[in-house]
């Protein structure tokens, strides 16, 4: 029985290594590059939104009993997408944007006998569009003027 000769099967496995390899080499930094990019921009924007937070300014109430909301953003970066919550669950405010170093108030359309046996406030939003960023007041704190 006859087969291939040792030379030409030596030349088909080297032909074979380098083809593999290339496609390989080929494919590779393609595959990383892509997930190294959006590790990247996950991890600058981590960094530029490191100490970013929603500080709620004040608590209180307007003659009506509404419940006024002072919320500040006192750091570098805009902060979107904001709601605002008590620690029971019930939504006081949602805010757009809230702009580095801005001061705003917010009406709730709930009063405070609506809220009556929170605890706290809390408020969430995104900076970058991505970063988790929080506030809150509790009842102990001079910020709250109910």
Do not use: H
Request: net charge negative.
């Amino acid at each position: 029985m006859k087969g291939i000769s040792p030379m030409i099967s030596a030349v088909l496995l080297i032909a074979f290594t380098v083809a593999v390899a290339g496609i390989v080499s080929t494919w590779l930094p393609g595959f990383f590059g892509g997930v190294t990019g959006s590790v990247e921009a996950g991890t600058e924007n981590q960094t530029k939104c490191a100490g970013v937070y929603i500080d709620i300014f004040r608590v209180t109430s307007l003659s009506n009993s509404s419940v006024v909301l002072f919320l500040r953003n006192p750091s570098s970066q805009d902060i979107t997408s904001i709601n605002v919550l008590t620690d029971t669950g019930v939504s006081l405010a949602s805010v757009g944007t809230l702009a580095q170093g801005q001061l705003i108030s917010v009406v709730s359309d709930k009063n405070t006998t609506q809220i009556s046996g929170t605890q706290e406030i809390l408020a969430s939003g995104l900076c970058l569009n991505s970063v988790s960023v929080t506030g809150s007041c509790a009842q102990d704190d001079p910020c709250w003027q109910l």
